[in-house]
Structures are given as structure tokens and as C-alpha cells.
């Protein structure tokens, strides 16, 4: 499996503009063969970002789709970052859930409970 990670730092004034391409893109993008998914976040603070991040299957997948007017778009995007953008990709090779935490939880003794508001 493979993740692409791009964190744009676009002035507030342009950060609408870089939100809605990248909402354009997130759709057809989920679409194409081998897209796991597609996620648009946002870093607030001291450094407020918006991060991309999509998921694929393979390498050779993310590749074709890089390639594409749909990943035109995100570069685009990343024209419009106040400062260079940071640009990932990862290689994952193994990928564990909640059972992860349950496994850690019991081996110290604890017992992995979600907190619920009451």
C-alpha cells in the first residue's frame, strides 16, 4: 500500500481557493482504480496547513494516476502555498487497527475502554 502526503501552507486569503480544488480532485480521485482513499485535513495553530493525503493500492497505481489532469490540479494547488510545500510518500507495509491498542493495553495490564461523556 502506498501514501502520497502533501501539506500546503496557503495564505488565509487563499485558503479557500486551495480547498476547493482539492475538493474538486478528492471525488474523482476515490474513483480511480486503486485509490483506497482520499482525505482533505486541516492543521490549525501556530503553522495552519491544509493536508492531502491520498492511499493506493500500489505504486504502480499512484504512478498512473500522477500523470493525470486530476493530479495537474493538486500541483496547482501546491502553487499556491505561502511557503514550499511538503511533499511525501510512503510505503506501508503492514497496517494494524483498534486490535493494535488492545493488543499494547493488555500486555501492560490495562483494559482498552473508550471514554464515553456521561
Avoid at 77 to 92: G, K, N, R, Y
Amino acid at each position: 500500500m502506498r501514501l502520497s502526503l502533501v501539506k500546503i501552507a496557503p495564505t488565509p486569503e487563499r485558503r479557500n481557493e486551495v480547498l476547493d480544488i482539492l475538493l474538486s480532485v478528492k471525488g474523482p480521485t476515490q474513483a480511480e482504480q486503486g485509490c483506497l482513499a482520499c482525505w482533505i485535513l486541516e492543521e490549525f495553530g501556530e503553522d495552519p496547513a491544509i493536508v492531502y493525503v491520498e492511499q493506493w493500492r500500489s505504486l504502480a497505481e499512484m504512478h498512473r494516476h500522477m500523470r493525470t489532469p486530476l493530479y495537474a490540479r493538486i500541483l496547482q494547488a501546491m502553487e499556491l502555498s505561502d511557503t514550499e510545500p511538503q511533499v511525501c510518500f510512503f510505503e506501508i507495509v503492514e497496517s494494524s487497527g483498534l486490535e493494535l491498542v488492545e493488543q499494547v493495553l493488555k500486555q501492560s495490564g490495562k483494559k482498552a475502554e473508550p471514554r464515553r461523556e456521561t
